[in-house]
């Protein structure tokens, strides 16, 4: 079934697209012979079977058995959601009961930087890899006025809370958050939209390399 779908995944990742795909019914768990490089940005991997869940954009779902891309007889068991918060349920779900379980086979090498970032979650992908690599991160995010009435910070990536990839750092399932040390040394959190526990909420967030002392 994969194989179906390889052509339009490998179309979304080429405009950039975040893609996280769970493959499941794979025996081993781990199928050295395919290669996902193009198709995804972060795959895993799961021995058993796992219902459909698919959502694109924040705003479009889709939910059903697991046959429904391979049976035409499951079709009426499908639902296609138009809604932000039950796209977002869809996701949940795949990350907090089957994701995982799954093995991480495959992630995507850290894009050149500088980089900007409407879509919080690669953004902290991007931040993850390059901190577990031991690499130096700089962000600036543009943001919702915080308590304290600024529309904007700017600091160090010093730690990432995601559950994406290895290693899971993330105290819930859904969390996706940016820890980062700002220039008078404070340490902040940095959500996306519609965070709640975060200190800021990001519109864009742009990554760079550590300004550098020349002197």
């Known amino acids: 079934m ?11 990742t080429t405009r950039d697209v975040f893609v996280v795909l769970l493959v ?17 940005t972060v795959v895993r991997q799961y021995s058993d079977g796992v219902p459909l869940h698919c ?8 939910y059903g058995p697991e046959e429904a891309l391979t049976d035409d007889t ?17 996701f949940g779900t795949l990350m907090g009961n089957y994701w995982s379980l799954g093995t991480e086979v495959y992630t995507a090498a850290p894009a050149s930087l500088p980089q900007t970032y409407t879509e919080f979650r690669q ?11 031991n ?18 910070v700017e600091g160090t990536v010093v730690n990432a809370h995601q559950s994406l990839v290895y290693p899971l750092t993330s105290s819930f399932n859904a ?6 040390r700002t220039t008078d040394g404070k340490r902040v959190s940095v959500g996306g939209l519609d965070s709640f526990l975060e200190d800021y909420e990001a519109i864009s967030v742009t990554l ?8």
């Open 2 to 12: 994969l194989e179906e779908l390889e052509t339009e995944l490998r179309r979304a």
């Open 24 to 40: 499941n019914n794979c025996d081993p768990p781990h199928d050295p012979a395919y290669d996902y490089e193009g198709v995804a």
């Open 55 to 62: 959502a694109s954009d924040h705003e479009t779902g889709l």
């Open 74 to 90: 499951q079709g009426g068991e499908t639902t296609m959601l138009r809604n932000k918060h039950m796209t977002h349920m869809v």
């Open 123 to 133: 953004a902290v992908f991007q931040c993850t890899v390059r901190l577990r690599d």
């Open 135 to 152: 690499e130096q991160v700089r962000l600036s995010a543009r943001t919702l006025p915080s308590a304290d009435g600024q529309e904007a």
């Open 175 to 180: 969390e996706n958050a940016l820890v980062i």
């Open 208 to 215: 760079d390399y550590p300004v550098t002392d020349s002197s």
